[in-house]
């Protein structure tokens, strides 16, 4: 329960990664439907009409699995004559574009549906670590600089949040429970974070505050405790 992963879904199926062991569970009635073992923890997920993908951060990889039978497909360690990730953290996908939030490397790549390499951010990034779309825009977590940044779809830079306590702050290093999580409405995306007894430190699932932002110049419009 501890180490595990939850990918957001819509439908009636929710995928949960555990250590190294991925499982899909029906929303209905919460039974394990099927089960799959993984050659790492997987970190992130995101579901897409036909593929789960996931973020191995022990291997450096991107790994893409069967949303059905949970087959293995293939892992992306390499790109773009050799490039590699260093920590990646988030990945989304909207349309046929792949954004992966490529943490300590601060940078956010855009690949194909085929993971072949497209393009990667030029603003300057300090462990980018979530990432949503909704096919206009890519929203990012930028960890170490206390910030989301809205980004078009060429990874080009359109906006950001405020630094003065909107953005709160995570602890000095990026760690697998300090990633916040975004979610993204018509108007509207929201970050979930906790706070600590020091600092602000933004959390994968346990967070006790709710933000909600206007999307167009990502301005807060109300923060909730949960």
């Known amino acids: ?7 957001n879904s819509y439908g009636n199926v929710l995928y949960i990664s555990s250590r190294n062991t991925l499982a899909m569970i029906d929303k209905s009635n919460f039974s394990v439907l099927r ?22 951060r022990a291997s450096n990889s991107i790994v893409q699995i069967n949303i059905s039978s949970l087959a293995f497909i293939s892992r992306t360690t390499t790109f773009a ?9 988030g990945i989304c996908r909207v349309n046929n574009n ?13 690949f194909n549906e085929d993971m072949v390499f497209v ?12 990432i949503v779309s909704d096919g ?9 600089n206390f910030r989301i940044v809205k980004l078009n779809m060429d990874l080009n830079f359109i906006a950001q949040s405020h630094t003065n306590n909107e ?11 300090l990633i916040p999580k ?44 949960i």
């Open 35 to 56: 089960t799959s073992s993984t050659a790492n923890v997987i970190d992130s997920l995101f579901r897409s009409p036909e593929i789960l993908y996931g973020v191995e």
């Open 98 to 110: 792949i954004f992966v939030a490529d943490t300590f490397n601060d940078r956010v790549i855009r």
């Open 1 to 7: 329960i501890i180490d595990k992963t939850i990918e």
């Open 182 to 225: 975004l979610f993204l409405t018509n108007k509207h995306l929201f970050s979930a974070y906790r706070k600590t007894s020091a600092r602000f430190a933004f959390t994968e699932f346990d967070g006790s505050y709710i933000q909600m932002r206007d999307k167009t110049n990502l301005r807060l419009l109300k923060e909730i405790p």
């Open 81 to 89: 004559d050799g490039d590699t990730f260093n920590q990646p953290h």
């Open 136 to 144: 206009s825009f890519v929203y990012v977590f930028d960890a170490l």
């Open 167 to 177: 953005v709160s702050p995570q602890t000095s290093s990026v760690g697998a429970r």
């Open 119 to 130: 393009s990667s951010s030029q603003i300057v990034l300090s462990s980018p670590t979530a």
